[in-house]
């Protein structure tokens, strides 16, 4: 785990998707609130439901059976047997199990909802959550088995079965059964409350952090293919004008205009206008503000959507402790995350897309206006036998594909399922988990980008076709950045490492881009 940097707070204050992330790097650590209104309000919720227990109240999941179970009583006497059940059975997960980033924002975002107060839990169950983020405790939770409603049931019934030192554990890099860390650590497995399994299971803890996670990743994404197209544009011999900012007062959108502006500055243009012979570049570069900026534009509207959901009480049925009111509803349904994701992943897949069909000109001598072939470096007595970019160039061409293949909207695929009871539901984990592999993509084909560009650019230089002192100081220190990890490719050479060291970069948001100095 890296070095914390700073405490995040829960209870009473709005939780941001950079804090989720910060969590998810080991760069925060979480804390409960010391506020004494916060917890009274949570142990509030506990007591009515304690006391509505003692009257013989019927609630839905604590004196019922779950789902199509509803018409199912459980005996008083049973009721605390009933959220083991419900952690046991939902223990199906199946497919990759989720990394410890992913896991960490998973809890912080259980975390974030039921500290809201509306869920009926115990101060115990909120600081277990807390031991296990600040001890870095993560459950081993495997990524399919979610519908997105009732909630992310079978992957956070790993989330509960911790809780109460069953299953496994990821601690210290190694997967170990929960009892024994626990034991080593001298932390008492808890004991679940009548609603509590429903209430850690019944929620979008899931779907929610990892749309955290990527909408920082989209972002930093939208700068970096800004800064490749603007590369691209030089190596081309491009034309400046296309990102004129009166040209784009024309058409005001602000995330776009935006978009044009950082292009426009890393080409000089109103310093070193670049002309071209050609009157308009093809659409990839001239069109490349308006593709990125649909994208730039929709992320407000996105951010607005995750943080409300990840900062809502999302399970069922809602506990007022306060009003003394239990709220049955469907609260569980994770059609906003599914929403945004859905409409994320095909943004981005558009950026691979973009950068895709940038580098096909980049590559071919009868669209890059004299570069060499394959932007290949050797020398003239070495190109017969020199290939340069083009394997890489289909490698472009096949992670863009992938990625183009996946954002089929899995919120239109709803199941009927659990006797239909969950008879139309989100699929928003499914479309977060789409997303991720979209942006696993999109970011293979950028670092491939960015290799490309730069050795495109740097062969102009080599050439003398173009003027280093004429470029813009942002494109030159982008070109110092690329060049002190990645050699001229003038002879052929395995790129793979190279390649897997670039995507790492971009994930952890190395390259300096237009919000990042260096």
Same mark, same amino acid.
């Given at each position: 785990?890296?070095?914390?940097?700073?405490?995040?707070?829960?209870?009473?204050?709005?939780?941001?998707?950079?804090?989720?992330?910060?969590?998810?790097?080991?760069?925060?650590?979480?804390?409960?609130?010391?506020?004494?209104?916060?917890?009274?309000?949570?142990?509030?919720?506990?007591?009515?439901?304690?006391?509505?227990?003692?009257?013989?109240g019927?609630?839905?999941?604590?004196?019922?059976?779950?789902?199509?179970?509803?018409?199912?009583?459980?005996?008083?006497?049973?009721?605390?047997?009933?959220p083991?059940?419900?952690?046991?059975?939902?223990?199906c997960?199946?497919g990759?199990?989720?990394?410890?980033?992913?896991?960490?924002?998973?809890?912080?975002?259980?975390?974030?909802?039921l500290?809201?107060?509306?869920?009926g839990?115990?101060?115990?169950?909120?600081?277990?959550?807390?031991?296990?983020?600040?001890?870095?405790?993560?459950?081993?939770?495997?990524?399919?088995?979610?519908?997105?409603?009732?909630g992310?049931?079978?992957?956070?019934?790993?989330?509960?079965?911790?809780?109460?030192?069953?299953?496994?554990?990821?601690?210290?890099?190694?997967?170990?059964?929960?009892?024994?860390?626990?034991?080593?650590?001298?932390?008492?497995?808890?004991?679940?409350?009548?609603?509590?399994?429903?209430?850690?299971?019944?929620?979008?803890?899931?779907?929610?952090?990892?749309?955290?996670?990527?909408?920082? $990743?989209?972002?930093?994404?939208?700068?970096?293919?800004?800064?490749?197209?603007?590369?691209?544009?030089?190596?081309?011999?491009?034309?400046?004008?296309?990102?004129?900012?009166?040209?784009?007062?024309?058409?005001?959108?602000?995330?776009?205009?935006?978009?044009?502006?950082?292009?426009?500055?890393?080409?000089?243009?109103?310093?070193?206008?670049?002309?071209?012979?050609?009157?308009?570049?093809?659409?990839?570069?001239?069109?490349?503000?308006?593709?990125?900026?649909?994208?730039?534009?929709?992320?407000?509207?996105? $951010?607005?959507?995750?943080?409300?959901?990840?900062?809502?009480?999302?399970?069922?049925?809602?506990?007022?402790?306060?009003?003394?009111?239990?709220?049955?509803?469907?609260?569980?349904?994770?059609?906003?995350?599914a929403?945004?994701?859905?409409?994320?992943?095909?943004?981005?897949?558009?950026?691979?897309?973009?950068?895709?069909?940038?580098?096909?000109?980049?590559?071919?001598?009868?669209?890059?206006?004299?570069?060499?072939?394959?932007?290949?470096?050797a020398?003239?007595?070495?190109?017969?036998?020199?290939?340069?970019f083009?394997?890489?160039?289909?490698?472009?061409?096949?992670?863009?594909?992938?990625?183009?293949?996946?954002?089929?909207?899995?919120?239109?695929?709803?199941?009927?399922?659990?006797?239909?009871n969950?008879?139309?539901?989100?699929?928003?984990?499914i479309a977060s988990?789409?997303?991720?592999?979209i942006?696993?993509?999109?970011?293979?084909?950028?670092?491939?980008s960015?290799?490309?560009?730069?050795?495109?650019?740097?062969?102009?230089?080599?050439?003398?076709?173009l003027?280093?002192?004429?470029?813009?100081d942002?494109?030159?220190?982008?070109?110092?950045?690329?060049?002190?990890?990645?050699?001229?490719?003038?002879?052929?050479?395995?790129?793979e490492?190279?390649?897997?060291?670039?995507?790492?970069?971009?994930?952890?948001?190395?390259?300096?881009?237009?919000?990042?100095?260096?």
């Amino acid at each position: 785990m890296t070095t914390v940097n700073s405490n995040i707070t829960f209870g009473n204050s709005h939780i941001s998707i950079e804090q989720i992330n910060a969590m998810a790097k080991g760069q925060a650590q979480a804390e409960l609130s010391k506020d004494g209104d916060f917890k009274k309000t949570i142990e509030q919720g506990a007591e009515f439901l304690k006391n509505l227990l003692q009257e013989d109240g019927v609630i839905y999941g604590v004196t019922t059976g779950y789902g199509d179970s509803v018409t199912e009583q459980v005996p008083l006497e049973s009721v605390h047997e009933l959220p083991l059940h419900l952690t046991r059975f939902h223990g199906c997960g199946l497919g990759d199990i989720f990394s410890v980033e992913q896991t960490r924002a998973i809890l912080g975002a259980r975390l974030t909802s039921l500290s809201q107060g509306f869920s009926g839990v115990t101060w115990e169950l909120l600081q277990q959550l807390e031991t296990l983020l600040q001890h870095d405790i993560m459950p081993r939770i495997p990524q399919e088995g979610s519908v997105g409603a009732s909630g992310d049931l079978t992957p956070l019934s790993y989330v509960a079965a911790v809780l109460i030192g069953e299953r496994e554990v990821i601690y210290q890099g190694k997967v170990r059964p929960t009892q024994e860390v626990f034991a080593e650590l001298n932390i008492e497995p808890i004991k679940l409350q009548p609603k509590e399994g429903l209430a850690i299971m019944n929620g979008t803890a899931v779907m929610t952090a990892l749309a955290c996670l990527a909408f920082q $990743r989209a972002e930093y994404l939208i700068e970096l293919c800004s800064r490749i197209t603007a590369l691209c544009s030089i190596a081309l011999q491009g034309n400046s004008a296309h990102f004129d900012d009166i040209l784009f007062s024309a058409k005001p959108h602000p995330g776009q205009n935006q978009v044009a502006a950082w292009i426009r500055d890393d080409l000089n243009h109103h310093k070193h206008p670049r002309n071209s012979s050609r009157l308009q570049d093809r659409y990839s570069i001239r069109c490349a503000p308006h593709i990125i900026g649909a994208l730039k534009d929709s992320m407000p509207w996105m $951010r607005q959507m995750i943080e409300t959901e990840l900062n809502s009480a999302n399970d069922n049925p809602i506990i007022d402790g306060v009003g003394q009111h239990v709220l049955h509803g469907g609260h569980f349904y994770g059609g906003h995350i599914a929403m945004v994701m859905d409409t994320l992943k095909t943004g981005i897949a558009n950026l691979a897309d973009l950068m895709d069909r940038q580098m096909a000109l980049l590559m071919d001598r009868k669209f890059n206006n004299g570069l060499p072939n394959n932007l290949s470096a050797a020398s003239p007595q070495r190109k017969p036998i020199n290939h340069g970019f083009k394997a890489v160039q289909i490698g472009i061409s096949a992670w863009t594909a992938e990625a183009l293949k996946n954002t089929m909207p899995a919120s239109v695929f709803s199941r009927s399922t659990e006797c239909h009871n969950q008879d139309k539901v989100s699929m928003g984990t499914i479309a977060s988990r789409d997303c991720l592999r979209i942006l696993q993509l999109t970011e293979q084909v950028a670092a491939a980008s960015l290799m490309g560009s730069c050795q495109a650019v740097q062969i102009r230089i080599n050439h003398q076709q173009l003027e280093a002192a004429s470029l813009s100081d942002p494109i030159q220190t982008t070109l110092h950045e690329v060049f002190e990890k990645f050699e001229l490719v003038d002879e052929d050479r395995p790129l793979e490492n190279e390649l897997r060291h670039f995507v790492t970069l971009i994930q952890n948001q190395h390259w300096s881009t237009y919000s990042i100095e260096r």
